[in-house]
């Protein structure tokens, strides 16, 4: 597994611990420049609370980012309305902004169109298996981009460490509402799975 960069820890005031939360130095990459450009490599190093091996930019949670007249603003999607991660992933963008040296950085929520597991980058799905979570599947869109509504079945979901398919679910929730809980039949391992919406 691919060990993560020890990180500073950003403390947030939400009645619980912060959060580690990467900062870059932009000034030797290639290519970097633009403002908003910057901004996107400083989201790649923004973990999310309830999943540390991903950043917010793997979730696909960060939608659009536009600097203009000094002010840098980011559009996030929660992944669902009621997450409780949503403030603190508000905060840590704002404060990994702020460090990386923007002065006025402004945070909006987008919830139309709604996120889905198929905003998770191909990177995201290999170190949410590295990190022992099984991926969501893809849910196919109608040709006209609206996704349809879907029947919950059980599906076949792979174990990350072993990849055998003899699985079992024993809890439709996990550690979170958006994970479930899975055993692999073959290596005998629990492991959770990214629920697909």
Known sequence: MRELPA????PLDLGGPG???GVIDTQGLPGIG?????AWAVLQQ????????LSV???GIVREVRHAQGELTVWL??????CPATEAIEAAVREALHTAGFEQVRTELRRA?????????AEGRAKLKAYGIAPPGHIQQALDGAVPIRIVRREVVACPRCESRDTERLSAFG???????YRCRACREPFEHFKPI
């Open 7 to 10: 990180t500073p820890v950003i």
């Open 19 to 21: 959060y580690a939360v």
């Open 34 to 38: 633009e403002p908003e450009t910057r």
């Open 46 to 53: 923004v973990l999310d609370p309830e999943v540390p091996a």
């Open 57 to 59: 930019c793997d979730l």
């Open 77 to 82: 999607t929660p992944t669902y309305s009621g």
């Open 113 to 121: 169109p709604a996120w889905t597991t198929d905003w998770i980058t």
């Open 175 to 181: 550690s979170t509402a958006c994970k479930a809980l």
